[in-house]
């Protein structure tokens, strides 16, 4: 096995390539990262394959066999010729792999094993799985150019084609679409365009998948064309104006927290919120709020600046819990709060009327407990909690140095976004590659 050769080397021995339908092409460009290849034909085709001497394309040019020669190439017998009657024991050819070559792909085969390495057939709509989410090792990418996989190029068009033969004529739309064709056609709809449920929806799936597509496309170009905004990152922008314009001033804190400050927020080992925290092997961990710091903030500014304090951040924050159309592992949020004269519960439900009617969100306020605070204020939006708000002073207060009366909440941004454009998930509107602004990014 050690000395097959790589399937680029084949590829630059041969100086040709043969498709799945065993044509053979003739090569003008080959573009090698550690997983896959891309090849550019005589023709103008461009082919990107698994780069991996065990790869069906590794064993085809190996063995030398065609069917036919592309027209388009316009091969030369000769250079056909060289890949029939190629010599693999002739000495002029090393097989021997250079050094830093051999190893770096040899590791990405090992992994390629417990993972499919081609796309699986169902798109993945949300897993992270897919191949071309893999970091590239710089050491490990062998030319020119990193073939980065584009999206319209895993089989997606492939697929609607064989389900398009396959399937019957629909009785009802239950039996209409396969699951992962549902899953397809979820993930395209940005809103409720189409009821899939409906047994008189009668269009056929690569139809419904072209239409949809189509749109999902003009709405990205659009995007770039107009805003060329990211809804979060806007949504970011427009709380930091409008809480700046309250007299609050904006912190940006690290991301990356003592683990020791989780203990002090009164949230003990046992706890379910600990369980959620992604901590690091030096003692820190990812913060899972912002509360802590702003303590510090608090106590440290109350020596400075003049009552009452008021300040905000607005940053990711990470939970193990990302199960449910409302919970992301990453999320944002936003932390205002305000220690000193005027930290009525009065002022804190006008504050928070104040944000939302800015937002243009509707809510209700209703009475709640956790383990961190006591009493809150929990402001709903439906069954959906948008934020958590306390009217201070709580006992912990004395562990973080700070005795004086405070009003707070932090909401979530992410669950803003799904309220706001009534998504059914909160993914659409997170930080994401496969999201932009709601949209699927795989089109
Ligand atoms: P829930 O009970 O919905 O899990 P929580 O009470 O644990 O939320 P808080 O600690 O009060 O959440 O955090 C304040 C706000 O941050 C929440 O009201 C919500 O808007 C947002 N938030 C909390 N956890 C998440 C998460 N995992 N994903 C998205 N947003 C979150
Ligand atoms: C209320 C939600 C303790 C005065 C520095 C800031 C608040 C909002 C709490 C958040 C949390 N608390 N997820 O505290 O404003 O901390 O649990 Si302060
Ligand atoms: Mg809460």
Redesign the pocket.
């Known amino acids: 096995m050690a000395d097959r050769p790589s399937l680029e080397r084949l590829v630059k021995l041969n100086d040709v390539w043969l498709s799945r339908k065993d044509i053979l092409h003739g090569v003008k460009k080959c573009d090698v990262s550690s997983q896959k290849i891309r090849i550019t034909t005589d023709c103008g085709e461009v082919i990107t394959a698994s780069n991996s001497r065990r790869s069906s394309s590794a064993r085809s040019l190996r063995n030398s066999k065609y069917g036919k020669v592309c027209k388009h190439c316009k091969l030369s017998e000769e250079r056909v010729g060289k890949f029939v009657s190629k010599n693999f024991s002739d000495p002029s050819i090393t097989y021997v792999e250079p050094q830093q070559k051999k190893s770096a792909p040899k590791k990405v085969e090992k992994k390629s094993t417990s993972r499919p390495v081609s796309v699986p057939a169902s798109i993945p709509v949300s897993a992270p799985q897919s191949v071309s989410s893999q970091p590239v090792s710089p050491q490990s990418v062998s030319s020119q150019s990193v073939s980065v996989q584009p999206a319209s190029s895993q089989p997606v068009p492939a697929q609607s084609a064989i389900n398009q033969t396959k399937e019957p004529v629909p009785v009802s739309a239950k039996e209409k679409f396969s699951p992962s064709q549902r899953k397809r056609l979820e993930a395209l709809m940005t809103h409720d365009e189409y009821d899939l449920e409906n047994p008189e929806m009668l269009q056929a799936f690569a139809e419904l998948e072209a239409e949809l597509t189509a749109r999902r496309k003009q709405e990205l170009r659009e995007i770039y064309e107009n805003s060329r905004e990211h809804m979060l990152a806007k949504l970011e922008r427009d709380i930091s104006a409008f809480l700046i314009s309250k007299g609050f001033i904006e912190i940006k804190s690290s991301i990356l927290i003592p683990e020791e400050y989780i203990i002090r927020m009164g949230i003990d080992k046992d706890a379910e ?1 600990s369980k959620q925290v992604f901590r690091t092997d030096d003692g820190q961990c990812l913060r899972p ?1 912002l509360a802590p710091v702003l303590y510090n903030y608090l106590r440290r500014l109350d020596k400075i600046l003049p009552d009452p304090i008021k300040i905000f951040e607005i940053g990711p ?1 990470y ?1 193990k ?2 199960d449910g159309s ?4 990453e ?1 944002t ?1 936003v932390n205002f709060c305000q220690m000193g004269e005027g930290s009525t519960r009065e002022n804190l439900v006008q504050l928070i009327d104040e944000f939302l009617t800015h937002l243009g969100i509707d809510y209700e306020i209703e009475g709640d407990e ?1 383990m ?1 605070y006591g009493a ?1 204020l ?2 709903m939006h439906g069954d959906l ?4 708000a306390v009217v201070g002073p709580v006992p912990m207060d004395i562990d973080w140095g700070v005795n004086k009366p405070w009003i707070g909440a ?3 941004l ?2 803003l976004l799904k309220v706001r454009h009534n998504f059914k998930n ?1 993914k659409r509107g997170s930080r994401s590659e496969f999201y932009y602004n709601g949209i699927h990014t795989n089109l």
Do not use: A
Not at 326 to 329: A, Q
Not at 385 to 388: G, P
């Open positions: 919120l709020m924050c939970r819990e990302s409302s919970h992301l592992e999320f949020m956790c961190v809150t929990d402001v909690e948008l934020s958590s932090g909401f979530g992410e669950r909160i």
